[in-house]
């Protein structure tokens, strides 16, 4: 379980999709960036633009900023913060994203041990993600129903303090009316 939160903390949303990078899947996989970009090169028919992706400038960077608030306050720091993009500095290619059936599709090209037990493991995040957003769908649905229902007492409400304070006139008004001093012919 605590691997899949480990993996669930890598799988980010760019462009609508939930992806990996690729940086994260070589440590998941123990094995450099560079032999995974390999590998995927070398059978990049099975890796279409619904698969896999670049990443654009302005996208990494917004994806840093993201990792960077969501990490403030803890001690260890993720490699995407760390590593610095100005001229002559780490980052030298931007990196490539894999949605979840491109990770799937990653187990076809890399078949030892560890990168199938990742694989399945990864599966295994994504799914657990999926039936979470299920869960909060669901919950929405049911704050919507009530926040209607509430919508309907709220003008129900309104109607019977409107009925309460017509009601509190009229006897207000009787009283005025038997209070009144009376005029006209009077019997001693």
Same mark, same amino acid.
């Given at each position: ?37 390999? =590998?995927?090169? &070398?059978?990049?028919? &099975?890796? !279409? ?23 403030? $306050? ?11 993009? $100005? &001229?002559?500095?780490?980052? +030298?290619?931007? !990196? ?5 059936? $491109? ?13 199938? =037990? ?5 599966? &295994? ?45 009229? +006897?207000?008004?009787?009283? +005025? ?12």
């Amino acid at each position: 379980m605590k691997i899949i939160k480990s993996i669930q903390n890598r799988i980010y949303e760019i462009r609508g999709e939930r992806v990996m990078l690729d940086r994260d899947l070589a440590a998941l996989y123990e094995i450099e960036v560079k032999v995974l970009n390999q =590998a995927v090169k &070398r059978n990049s028919k &099975r890796f !279409p633009g619904d698969f896999m992706f670049q990443l654009t400038k302005e996208e990494f960077e917004e994806l840093r900023f993201q990792v960077e608030t969501s990490e403030e $306050g803890k001690s260890s720091r993720s490699q995407i913060v760390t590593l610095n993009t $100005g &001229r002559g500095s780490n980052i +030298k290619y931007l !990196p490539y994203a894999f949605t979840e059936q $491109g990770v799937a599709m990653l187990s076809g090209i890399l078949n030892s041990d560890k990168a199938i =037990a990742m694989n399945i493991a990864i599966m &295994r995040a994504f799914v657990e993600i999926r039936r979470i957003l299920l869960q909060e769908n669901d919950i929405r649905t049911q704050l919507k129903e009530i926040k209607e229902r509430l919508g309907e007492h709220d003008a129900q409400l309104s109607q019977i303090y409107d009925a309460l304070e017509n009601l509190l006139d009229e +006897k207000a008004g009787q009283r +005025k009316w038997e209070e009144r001093k009376r005029i006209g012919f009077k019997l001693a």
